[in-house]
């Protein structure tokens, strides 16, 4: 199984990007996904958590309103649309699955990742 993230890159303040998440070995429709995040010398956060397509979703405080994660399910891909970046969103971004459906807040609860791209914002 993998988790191939990509889509990062260098962007100026105000600015969008958007990541995406290709699974690979087996199909992650009903399973929780999320996006995490970790800046130099911090620990990894939690960004956002889809619990199954078309299930519960939820984010963290700081992306609320800015960030939306989406999922092409023909395409076993995840998807973390960032909008009105700031520069304390610099950070490398993971995304993980669970081999579970119910949604989790914490890097422990997740089984697979992605080897992580990173988001750089300028200010």
């Known amino acids: 199984v993998q988790l191939q993230a990509s889509g990062g890159g260098l962007v100026q303040a105000g600015g969008s990007l958007r990541l995406s998440c290709a699974a690979s070995g087996r199909t992650f429709s009903r399973n929780a996904m999320g996006w995490f995040r970790q800046a130099p010398g911090k620990e990894r956060e939690f960004v956002v958590v889809?619990?199954?397509?078309?299930?519960?979703?939820i984010y963290a405080d700081s992306v609320k309103g800015r960030f939306t994660i989406s999922r092409d399910i023909a395409k076993n891909t995840v998807y973390l649309q960032m909008n009105s970046l700031k520069p304390e969103d610099t950070a490398v971004y993971y995304c993980a699955a669970k081999g579970a459906a119910y949604s989790g807040r914490y890097p422990s609860e997740y089984d697979y990742w992605g080897q992580g791209t990173l988001v750089t914002v300028s200010s």
């Open positions: 889809n619990s199954w397509s078309g299930g519960t979703t």
